[in-house]
């Protein structure tokens, strides 16, 4: 939704779409998400942010006598021909005294605890299926859809709707060449292990996984609605988008992901998008309080338009570098 194609369970949703990448590999529903919610992500130096001529992704900048903030829109989900990476970005991710990024993503524990609230709040109860929720018209498309990315619509029934919306986008990425392994978060979790670096997370799995799984039901088959529609429709747009955002072209990238997220409709938007960006332009504001430099890689849906976490910390009094 958020992005074309089922992008929007991806990129909204940010760990889980990330663990979403991994699992489908694997069979059933707690399997499913096992990798990087929510939903890219998308989303140091004293240079400013770099220009969408300098072909690499948008980051912003924000800095005071004491503390250096920058922010990188990520993409969750990536093609691993896709090249991203720049000078500015290693730059600002090199000197970076601490890394933030939406939710942890790897390890033991944090696998058991996914796979557990997975059986918990992505399943249907005893004796209701997924199709069993659908109109018959919507039951055939959630078939064709499923078929059209390599899925057996069968290994659906026992997943609740937004469960299955995130399964079939992962599926429909994963189609196109894209997987969670080479998506920023990933690349750059790795490579801040590699070098010793301290990491923070605004958010937990157990969060990420409940800003879907606590939609009113309507609103949640509305979701897997749109996801169904963007599939079938709008796949096309995908690599559009991934090139848009590659080059940093924030303002026609912003106008894509507004569009879709106004079908997906205000619930889920205010869900899986402003409830979070305030959250995250506040927990900045106590970054700016301190001091250091400080690295932030969330998801690029988080950054665009008036409700963008730029946007409200230049509300704040910040004089944010950047698109």
Same mark, same amino acid.
């Given at each position: 939704?958020?992005?074309?194609?089922?992008?929007?369970?991806?990129?909204?949703?940010?760990?889980? @779409?990330?663990?979403? #990448?991994?699992?489908? *590999?694997?069979?059933?529903? /707690?399997?499913?998400? !096992?990798? +990087? $919610?929510? =939903?890219?992500?998308?989303?140091?130096?004293?240079?400013?942010?770099?220009?969408?001529?300098?072909?690499?992704?948008?980051?912003?900048?924000?800095?005071?006598?004491?503390?250096?903030?920058?922010?990188?829109?990520?993409?969750?989900?990536?093609?691993?021909?896709?090249?991203?990476?720049?000078?500015?970005?290693?730059?600002?991710?090199?000197?970076?005294?601490?890394?933030?990024?939406?939710?942890?993503?790897?390890?033991?524990?944090?696998?058991?605890?996914?796979?557990?609230?997975?059986?918990?709040?992505?399943?249907?109860?005893?004796?209701?299926?997924?199709?069993?929720?659908?109109?018959?018209?919507?039951?055939?498309?959630?078939?064709?859809? @499923?078929?059209?990315? #390599?899925?057996?619509? *069968?290994?659906?029934?026992? /997943?609740?709707?937004? !469960?299955? +919306? $995130?399964? =079939?986008?992962?599926?429909?990425?994963?189609?196109?060449?894209?997987?969670?392994?080479?998506?920023?978060?990933?690349?750059?979790?790795?490579?801040?292990?590699?070098?010793?670096?301290?990491?923070?997370?605004?958010?937990?799995?157990?969060?990420?996984?409940?800003?879907?799984?606590?939609?009113?039901?309507?609103?949640?088959?509305?979701?897997?609605?749109?996801?169904?529609?963007?599939?079938?429709?709008?796949?096309?747009?995908?690599?559009?988008?991934?090139?848009?955002?590659?080059?940093?072209?924030?303002?026609?990238?912003?106008?894509?992901?507004?569009?879709?997220?106004?079908?997906?409709?205000?619930?889920?938007?205010?869900?899986?998008?402003?409830?979070?960006?305030?959250?995250?332009?506040? *927990?900045?504001?106590?970054?700016?309080?301190?001091?250091?430099?400080?690295?932030?890689?969330?998801?690029?849906?988080?950054?665009?338009?008036?409700?963008?976490?730029?946007?409200?910390?230049?509300?704040?009094?910040?004089?944010?570098?950047?698109?």
């Amino acid at each position: 939704m958020y992005r074309s194609g089922g992008r929007g369970a991806i990129e909204g949703a940010g760990a889980l @779409a990330a663990l979403g #990448g991994r699992g489908r *590999r694997r069979h059933g529903p /707690a399997m499913i998400v !096992l990798r +990087a $919610l929510v =939903l890219a992500a998308v989303f140091l130096v004293s240079a400013c942010a770099p220009k969408p001529e300098t072909g690499g992704p948008a980051m912003w900048r924000l800095a005071d006598a004491d503390s250096e903030i920058w922010i990188l829109g990520t993409v969750h989900v990536l093609p691993r021909s896709l090249k991203w990476r720049n000078a500015a970005i290693d730059d600002a991710f090199r000197r970076a005294d601490i890394v933030w990024f939406e939710a942890a993503t790897d390890g033991e524990d944090v696998t058991r605890e996914i796979g557990a609230l997975v059986q918990r709040v992505g399943v249907n109860p005893p004796g209701v299926t997924l199709s069993s929720l659908l109109a018959p018209a919507e039951k055939a498309r959630l078939d064709s859809v @499923a078929r059209s990315v #390599g899925l057996d619509p *069968r290994g659906l029934e026992g /997943a609740r709707p937004w !469960l299955a +919306a $995130l399964q =079939l986008s992962v599926a429909m990425l994963a189609r196109e060449g894209a997987e969670a392994g080479s998506g920023v978060e990933s690349v750059l979790e790795a490579e801040a292990a590699r070098l010793g670096k301290k990491v923070a997370y605004f958010e937990t799995a157990a969060e990420q996984m409940h800003f879907l799984a606590d939609l009113p039901p309507e609103v949640e088959k509305r979701f897997l609605l749109v996801t169904l529609r963007q599939i079938e429709e709008d796949a096309d747009k995908t690599a559009v988008m991934d090139d848009l955002w590659a080059s940093g072209r924030v303002e026609e990238l912003g106008r894509l992901l507004a569009d879709m997220m106004d079908e997906a409709g205000p619930e889920v938007a205010d869900a899986i998008i402003h409830r979070r960006n305030a959250a995250w332009a506040a *927990r900045i504001d106590e970054m700016m309080k301190g001091e250091g430099r400080v690295f932030v890689a969330v998801g690029t849906a988080h950054l665009t338009g008036p409700r963008g976490v730029p946007a409200l910390l230049r509300a704040k009094g910040y004089a944010v570098e950047g698109p």
